[in-house]
């Protein structure tokens, strides 16, 4: 038995996505065998978020294939699962954290895993009928219940979820306006090359998109319309409105309770501590250090998620080596699978293949070095990508984008 073991009181985690899950295994597969509670706040078993946007929104039964692990593995490692429940206040002095029915339930430790929840734009509150923002699956089988009735859509944010709404949207034959008030598609996780590839491809499933404008204000008539008014005049109207403009980390546990918290989430080491050695935090809510940058920084996917939940499991019995992790993510949308590993863009962006083709790679240098890659429909040579991203390879962009180079060569 390890010496946490030995305590009555277990491990807490609070959160039960990818990175709370992770974190339960991580610490099993370090030897922590006392005592382990996952607490989540929907009323589902763990499940996995990426297809809420993707097959959950495009298929019906989609949703029972989404859980985070079988069903006798929580058993199995003796976690102890606590479905829609949720955490309003830690009560450091005595270590505990308090449920919302009133019950307190103990820690030895305790980690925060509670993610982001999207940013809410003024005048488009998630309760008002027709109005949409999407993180549970809950969102998504409305969503999808939505769309299945037909009418126009607006969407505000032309990033990951905007986007992919708008390819299952316009798969279903629906009038979509993107609305982005940026310059560009994508802008925060996507290079401008891939940003307009993408822009392209709604464009040529009919999707208007519109960049450099926001929303100024938002009506609901009685028939139902929402009209969005435009700071450049114009006037949008649909009667589903998706809302997907980022998000914010879920730090407000640790606010109250006096947690160092910066914008980016609560801040932690190498190895997930806060600024009180008894509680840890994990995944995007964690702003966090990775031994392969310099300083602090927050990531938004799942592969963090996933990654940093494991290692801050790991680090709670065994803290022997600072996260360091390259993260990416991925994108369906129509027939474009993207991935994105390390920097999604850099000073340089040199593009390996034609574009015109629906595959190709687009490698981002950033002071000659190659730290990231976002590939099309091209796995197999995201896969080399990797390994010069992870060597931090320093290869000209003349030999990057010539067909003739053997990259594996380079990156070996
Ligand atoms: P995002 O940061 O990717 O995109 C938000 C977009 O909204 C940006 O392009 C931004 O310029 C725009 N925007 C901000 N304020 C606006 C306003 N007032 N009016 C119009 N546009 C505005 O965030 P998004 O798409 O909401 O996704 C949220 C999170 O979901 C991501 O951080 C990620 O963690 C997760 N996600 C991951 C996916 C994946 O891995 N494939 C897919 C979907 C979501």
């Not at 009418?151 to 009038?175: K, S």
């Not at 640790?254 to 995944?283: H, P």
């Not at 240098?365 to 992870?390: C, D, I, Q, Y």
């Amino acid at each position: 038995m390890t010496e946490l073991g030995n305590h009555n009181a277990g491990i807490v985690i609070v959160g039960a996505g990818i990175a709370g899950v992770q974190a339960a295994e991580g610490l099993r597969k370090a030897g922590y065998d006392g005592a382990l509670t996952l607490v989540g706040a929907e009323p589902h078993m763990p499940y996995d978020r990426p297809p809420l946007s993707k097959e959950v929104l495009l298929r019906a039964g989609a949703e029972n294939t989404i859980a985070l692990r079988d069903e006798n593995f929580f058993a199995a490692n003796k976690i102890d699962v606590m479905l829609g429940k949720r955490v309003c206040a830690i009560e450091r002095p005595d270590r505990r954290v308090v449920l919302e029915d009133g019950s307190r339930l103990d820690y030895v430790k305790l980690v925060l895993a509670t993610g982001s929840r999207p940013r809410v734009l003024a005048g488009l509150s998630p309760q008002a009928p027709g109005v949409f923002y999407l993180r549970t699956l809950a969102d998504s089988l409305m969503l999808r219940a939505t769309l299945a009735r037909g009418g126009r859509v607006a969407i505000v944010g032309g990033g990951v979820i905007g986007l992919e709404v708008a390819a299952v949207a316009a798969g279903r034959g629906l009038a979509v306006t993107v609305i982005e008030a940026a310059s560009r598609v994508m802008a925060r996780a996507a290079s401008p090359v891939i940003g307009a590839y993408l822009a392209k491809r709604h464009q040529e499933h009919g999707v208007a998109i519109r960049c450099g404008v926001s929303v100024d204000s938002a009506r609901q008539d009685g028939d139902g319309c929402w009209r969005l008014a435009l700071n450049d005049g114009c006037v949008v109207e649909a009667e589903i409105v998706v809302v997907g403009v980022g998000v914010v980390p879920e730090t407000s546990l640790a606010g109250a309770a006096g947690l160092q918290v910066a914008k980016e989430g609560v801040v932690t080491d190498g190895f997930g501590r806060t600024d009180d050695s008894n509680i840890y935090a994990a995944g995007e809510v964690a702003y966090h250090v990775n031994g392969l940058e310099k300083g602090r920084q927050r990531q938004e996917n799942w592969h963090h998620a996933a990654a940093h939940g494991a290692h801050v499991g790991r680090a709670l019995i065994a803290p022997d080596t600072c996260y360091s992790e390259i993260c990416g993510y991925w994108s369906d949308q129509y027939d474009t699978h993207l991935m994105v590993s390390g920097l999604p863009a850099g000073d340089v962006d040199v593009v390996r293949g034609d574009v015109t083709t629906n595959r190709f790679v687009v490698f981002h240098l950033v002071g000659g070095v190659v730290a990231g890659a976002s590939a099309v429909n091209a796995a197999p040579e995201l896969r080399v990508a990797k390994l010069l991203v992870r060597n931090r390879a320093r290869v000209p962009a003349s030999e990057l984008q010539d067909p003739s180079t053997d990259l594996r060569k380079v990156a070996a």
